[in-house]
Nanobody, 125 residues
Framework: QVQLVESGGGLVQAGGSLRLSCAFSGRTFSNYAMGWFRQAPGKEREFVAAISRSGGSTVYADSVKGRFAISRDNNKNTVYLQMNSLKPEDTAVYYC??????????????????WGQGTQVTVSS
């Protein structure tokens, strides 16, 4: 079974940076499109970014475009989310997501089948 374990969250001041990591195990990582979602208190979970199986294609939510970068290392079975110029409104629990069909489109529309437990990111003003 696929397991996703996020790390790298924490408390940072506005304007700062964090890099989230998601370790994938249980299946062949390079067969899966990957993504990141987030959920702020009192709000629905929302799409943040997605990356294709090879890493050659990426998609971002408008709210993070130009500030966040998703990447993956298929040798390390890990997907990353580099977050720069953080804002207080980026405060949320961030979740890693995987689609077994390898579809970025599915991730952007509703998320793939597998989810991590989440890591808290708090941005202070």
């Amino acid at each position: 079974q696929v397991q996703l374990v996020e790390s790298g969250g924490g408390l940072v001041q506005a304007g700062g940076s964090l890099r989230l990591s998601c370790a994938f195990s249980g299946r062949t990582f390079s067969n899966y499109a990957m993504g990141w979602f987030r959920q702020a208190p009192g709000k629905e979970r929302e799409f943040v970014a997605a990356i294709s199986r090879s890493g050659g294609s990426t998609v971002y939510a408008d709210s993070v475009k130009g500030r966040f970068a998703i990447s993956r290392d298929n040798n390390k079975n890990t997907v990353y989310l580099q977050m720069n110029s953080l804002k207080p409104e980026d405060t949320a629990v961030y979740y890693c997501n995987a689609d077994p069909g390898g579809s970025i489109a599915i991730i952007t529309k509703r998320g793939g089948a597998y989810w991590g437990q989440g890591t808290q990111v708090t941005v202070s003003s």
